[in-house]
């Protein structure tokens, strides 16, 4: 909700919130019943939509507790359980996995690092975002090892193509948080990086 706000600040507009299920948010764009999406990347959003410069660094991560050994790739989950959240799709690890990656959904990341607490399975997908977030706040006691990157990129903003944005209008108040260090600021606060 923070960095919408920023964003409308350097936009010259009042941030609304609008909250959709996973699988409506596309529609929601496409329908114009919301002017922006952020966080996302193209192959994640279907839909024909403008995208904004990537500028948050996002990596997602495989988490394994203790309790079995650290993979050294991927291909060492084939077959096994992993924590995945619903709705989302994880294309780095359906290439490599194929039929053999065994989802294992829940409604969303904190719940996946609960039950990976909790040794409903030994693997989990977590942002690197999510996984920093709870170690600091110490929320749940996690026992894992070293996480595996999965994948790094920058995360972008869908905007309807006919929408009240325009999509030069965005890649210049991306420019400008980054440039006035508000993002950064923003991204500390939550130990994002």
């Known amino acids: 909700m923070e ?3 920023l964003l409308a600040e350097h936009t010259h507009r009042e941030a609304k919130f609008v909250i959709r299920p996973r699988k ?11 002017d922006i999406l952020c966080g996302y990347l193209p ?10 410069m990537g500028f948050v660094d996002v990596g997602d991560l495989l988490v394994t507790t203790l309790r079995v050994p650290a993979p050294s790739t991927i291909e060492d989950i084939a077959g096994l359980p992993v924590g995945t959240s619903m ?17 294992d959904d829940s409604p969303g990341a904190e719940a996946n690092l609960r039950k990976l607490a909790a040794g409903r399975f030994n693997y989990a997908i977590i942002s690197l975002a999510t996984l920093n977030y709870h170690r600091r706040v110490n929320d749940i006691r996690l026992s894992i090892h070293p996480p595996l990157t999965i ?3 920058k995360s972008q903003c869908a905007l309807p193509k006919n929408g009240n944005l325009r999509l030069s209008d ?8 980054q440039r006035d260090e508000s993002l950064e600021k923003l991204l500390k606060k939550y130990n994002y990086h």
């Open 3 to 5: 960095l919408g706000k």
């Open 24 to 34: 409506r948010l596309a529609n929601s764009l496409e329908m114009n019943e919301a």
């Open 43 to 52: 192959e994640w959003l279907p839909g024909n939509f403008d995208w904004s």
């Open 87 to 103: 709705g989302f799709s994880y294309p780095e690890i359906e290439k490599i996995l194929g039929k053999r990656f065994v989802r």
């Open 151 to 153: 994948s790094k990129f």
């Open 170 to 177: 965005i890649n210049k108040a991306i420019t400008d948080i």
